[in-house]
């Protein structure tokens, strides 16, 4: 059974940098093709896709982010790291880690409950 | 703005077919995936490539694709389906992923 689960600070100042971790179990990130991305959804707002890291430790960011993110994974703790420099209001979301499954068509089949992060001096 | 598009609200009779759209030129070339999402709950997979369904979802779920725009259809809605329905894929450079902005489905 493939759980997941995100953890960090739920309250971050802005200019802050945000460290989120992904702690999952029921998979190997060092599995041929698997993956742990990272969403974000701002209260009340749509799902916004942040990064992607894959067993082979190819990252993926969003454009808009990509200065501000980087992902990383320790696969002997089974765990994804995701951090967001410069941290502003606008971050304000629930943060959602998520499982992408080996193969070619792309998708997120498990994600964990998520977590609310808010920015707020 | 998302390069995905998605119709914002959908209503539908109980027991009714619906079918919520998601256009974007990326989707000429790459399948889209479907996501349920109830108020304070994280997102679920409903359809996932060509039109997988992944297991206990109901088979009154499907999907569908035409061109630049995928579907999602809905065949005998029930009031549990009523919920916030958001589409994936690659973007236009294919290296890339991005939600669509979802499209609030209510069932009279």
């Known amino acids: 059974q493939i759980t997941l689960k995100e953890s960090g600070p739920t309250l971050v100042k802005p200019t802050q940098t945000l460290t989120l971790t992904c702690t999952f179990s029921?998979?190997?990130?060092?599995?041929?093709?698997?993956?742990v991305g990272w969403i974000r959804q701002p209260p009340g707002k749509a799902l916004e896709w942040l990064a992607l890291i894959y067993w082979d430790d190819d990252k993926r960011y969003s454009p808009s982010l990509k200065s501000r993110l980087t992902i990383t994974k320790d696969t002997s703790k089974n765990q994804v790291v995701l951090t967001m420099t410069n941290m502003d209001p606008v971050d304000t979301a629930t943060y959602y880690c998520?499982?992408?499954?080996?193969?070619?068509?792309?998708?997120?089949?498990?994600w964990g409950p998520g977590t609310l992060v808010t920015v707020s001096s | 703005s998302s390069e995905l598009t998605q119709d914002p609200a959908v209503s539908v009779a109980l027991g009714q077919t619906v079918r919520i759209t998601c256009q974007g030129d990326?989707?000429?070339?790459?399948?889209a995936s479907w996501y349920q999402q109830k108020p304070g709950q994280a997102p679920v997979l409903v359809i996932y490539?060509?039109?997988n369904r992944p297991s206990g979802i109901p088979d009154r779920f499907s999907g569908s694709s035409s061109g630049n725009t995928a579907s999602l259809t809905i065949t005998g809605a029930q009031a549990e389906d009523e919920a916030d329905y958001y589409c994936?894929?690659?973007?236009?450079?294919?290296?890339?992923?991005?939600f669509g902005g979802g499209t609030k489905l209510t069932v009279l």
């Open positions: 490539g060509k039109n």
């Open positions: 994936n894929s690659r973007d236009s450079s294919g290296k890339h992923w991005v």
């Open positions: 029921g998979f190997s990130l060092s599995t041929s093709g698997v993956g």
């Open positions: 998520a499982h992408r499954r080996s193969g070619s068509i792309w998708f997120l089949d498990y």
């Open positions: 990326s989707l000429r070339s790459y399948y």
